[in-house]
Nanobody
Framework: QVQLVESGGGLVQPGGSLRLSCAAS????????IGWFRQAPGKEREGVSC???????YYADSVKGRFTISRDNAKNTVYLIMNSLKPEDTAVYYC???????????????????WGQGTQVTVSS
C-alpha cells in the first residue's frame, strides 16, 4: 500500500537550513503529484510546495526563494530544502501524494488521499 515517511525535522536557529525527506513506497513516484504541507498550532494545514508528475511546481508566497522541492524518482524520495528559515516556519511538516491532482488546486490538502506522519520543524534562537 501507499506509504510516506518524513524525516529531517528538528530545531534550527533563524537563518538556518534544513532538508526534509519523504520516502515513498507502494507506488511509483514518477506518476504522482506530491506535496509538502505544514500545520502550526491553532492554524489550518497549508500547502508549502508541490510537484506534479509533469514537472509543474507550486510554492507558497511565504516560502518562494527560500524553499526548493526536489524529486529523486530513482530513490522514490522527495526533498524539501529549506533555507533562511524564520520563526514563522515553525510547524509540523507533512508530505502527501495522490495520482490525479488538478493543477488549479495543487496546493489544497483535500486533494491528497495519502499522508505521512509528519516531522516537527522548530525555528528558534
Amino acid at each position: 500500500q501507499v506509504q510516506l515517511v518524513e524525516s529531517g525535522g528538528g530545531l534550527v536557529q533563524p537563518g538556518g537550513s534544513l532538508r526534509l525527506s519523504c520516502a515513498a513506497s507502494g507506488f511509483t513516484l514518477d506518476y504522482y503529484t506530491i506535496g509538502w504541507f505544514r500545520q502550526a498550532p491553532g492554524k489550518e494545514r497549508e500547502g508549502v510546495s508541490c510537484s506534479s508528475s509533469d514537472g509543474t511546481t507550486y510554492y507558497a508566497d511565504s516560502v518562494k526563494g527560500r524553499f526548493t522541492i526536489s524529486r529523486d524518482n530513482a530513490k522514490n524520495t522527495v526533498y524539501l530544502i529549506m533555507n533562511s528559515l524564520k520563526p514563522e516556519d515553525t510547524a509540523v511538516y507533512y508530505c502527501a501524494t495522490d495520482r490525479y491532482v488538478p493543477i488549479a488546486t495543487i496546493r489544497e490538502p483535500d486533494e491528497y488521499d495519502y499522508w505521512g506522519q509528519g516531522t516537527q520543524v522548530t525555528v528558534s534562537s
